[in-house]
């Protein structure tokens, strides 16, 4: 008899269906049944021979002794270099050997051409390396690689959309890299769904990771953003894979940045910071001269001393405040988190700055990077008073700067590496820089001790950076 070879499972509670329903009959949600493959009774059969092929048993398993953490043996895992510092210390060290990296980001922003850019690398380090493309011709991937340089083209491309051909060429192939483009191209025979569903992309994903983990081979998915901006196949695939990066910044600006959601084996802290031009992807070893490079001291802007991962960066802060009769009033975040605007406006309103009801506000982050770090806080409020005020935060001339959490009291808390931040405005020439008064107790060297003008709550930091100038304290 033949059996039904699909089944719907609710991604919220996980029930099971024969059929798709428009409401989940286990949690009453709405919209969340997806199609996934059923196991058919051969399936079980097969699965139980291979299992016990391996040396598994599936009935009456015998106990085993766990381990003491100590004494597990970790052989040191030799990483694959992608011959880009960028993109290696966004993966913690480079590509681990049998592990599964998803890369997500809008179409055009350059995910086919930094993975080419890896590949030709590793190839021609002596590594081997697979391009499998489902959304262009090999003809197509040629005219990118061609653009990369002579190397790339070393690199051995497979167009196929086909789950199975795939899996056998890898099989031949065994190769130590793998960049699947893209993972929402490839379907399996076994479900009926359309290619990119999400059932099709788990199905894709769950056997790449099998290959990956057998075999020992770095497999790289590239995968699509939604309209919502978040990676296609609702999450799903972010728990599946060891590493998911996300690639950003806008298609119109040529500066892009790489940054870790998730890495099983590195810091989520650390970005990437990439130009396109037009011999594909260039590095960007110093992004604060980058950032920096249009900042004038006018009124709405404020430098920030961020540090992402190990890195201090500087970014250029704007703020525009402009008066409205619409209710509620605007609040438009660019680069920051909408939600801590708001937070921001609503302590700046009761303790000491500007109380902007009645006026629509506007943030933007310079150059298309996105900074997630709390020490961005003091940043944003300077720029909006400043704006208020139309006063730029520095008087005579030179840029100054600023870094610091904001807490809802109006104290300023303390933000961890005061001193690398400080250095960092001092090799750019900033004048002062206003900090949490809890910072100033770090060791400071006596250069970033020269720029720093603590304050203890957010008053006291408006007023050092735009109220009385000349009475302001510096630190010895
Ligand atoms: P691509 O890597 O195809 O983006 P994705 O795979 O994320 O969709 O590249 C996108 C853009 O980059 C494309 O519009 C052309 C541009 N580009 C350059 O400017 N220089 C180059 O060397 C290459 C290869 C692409
Ligand atoms: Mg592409």
Not at 221 to 248: I, N, S
Not at 277 to 288: H, I, K, T
Not at 324 to 344: K, W
Request: proline letters at 5%.
């Amino acid at each position: 008899m033949a059996k039904t070879a699909t089944t719907f499972a609710c991604t919220s509670c996980g029930q099971a269906s024969f059929r798709w329903m428009g409401r989940c009959p286990g949690c009453g949600e709405w919209n969340t049944l997806v199609e996934g493959a059923a196991r058919t009774r051969a399936d079980e059969r097969v699965a139980g021979r291979a299992g016990r092929a391996l040396g598994r048993r599936s009935k009456a398993a015998e106990p085993r002794k766990p381990v003491v953490l100590a004494e597990v043996e970790s052989g040191a895992v030799e990483r694959l270099r992608t011959g880009s510092d960028e993109l290696d210390r966004v993966l913690g060290g480079g590509l681990v050997p049998g592990s599964v990296v998803l890369i997500g980001g809008s179409p055009g922003i350059g995910k086919s051409t930094l993975m080419s850019a890896a590949l030709a690398s590793i190839q021609s380090a002596g590594g081997r390396a697979l391009y499998v493309s489902g959304e262009e011709s090999a003809a197509q991937v040629k005219l990118r690689a061609e653009r990369l340089g002579a190397h790339a083209l070393a690199v051995p491309v497979l167009a196929e959309t086909s789950l199975d051909v795939v899996l056998a060429s890898l099989e031949l192939e065994r190769p130590q890299a793998c960049v699947i483009d893209s993972v929402q191209t490839l379907w399996s025979a076994e479900l009926t769904g359309a290619p990119g569903s999400v059932g099709q992309v788990q199905e894709v994903a769950a056997a790449l990771e099998r290959f990956a983990r057998e075999r020992g081979c770095a497999i790289i998915l590239v995968g699509h953003v939604t309209k919502e901006g978040t990676l296609a196949g609702p999450r799903v695939l972010e728990h599946a894979v060891d590493c998911v990066l996300q690639f950003e910044g806008e298609r119109e600006r040529s500066f892009r940045t790489l940054r870790a959601l998730k890495n099983r084996f590195g810091s989520t802290n650390e970005i990437g910071v990439f130009e396109m031009r037009a011999g594909g992807l260039d590095e960007v070893a110093d992004p604060s001269d980058r950032f920096l490079r249009d900042a004038e001291p006018v009124a709405g802007s404020c430098i920030l001393c961020a540090m992402e991962g190990t890195r201090p960066l500087l970014v250029e802060v704007q703020a525009l405040v402009a008066p409205t009769d619409v209710v509620p009033p605007r609040r438009v975040a660019n680069g920051i988190d909408r939600n801590r605007l708001s937070m921001i406006l609503a302590v700046l309103a009761r303790h000491g700055g500007p109380s902007l009801g009645s006026a629509d506000v506007f943030v933007n982050v310079a150059g298309g990077v996105r900074i997630e770090e709390p020490g961005a806080d003091l940043a944003v409020a300077m720029a909006i008073a400043s704006a208020t005020r139309d006063e730029p935060l520095s008087g005579s001339g030179a840029p100054s700067g600023c870094f610091g959490e904001v807490g809802l009291t109006g104290e300023l808390r303390y933000v961890a590496h005061a001193d690398r931040r400080l250095e960092e405005a001092a090799r750019f020439g900033l004048e002062q820089i206003v900090l949490p008064a809890r910072c100033g107790n770090d060791e400071l060297s006596a250069a970033a001790r020269s720029l720093a003008v603590p304050a203890p709550t957010l008053a006291k930091a408006l007023d050092a950076a735009l109220g009385d100038r000349a009475g302001r304290s510096r630190a010895a």
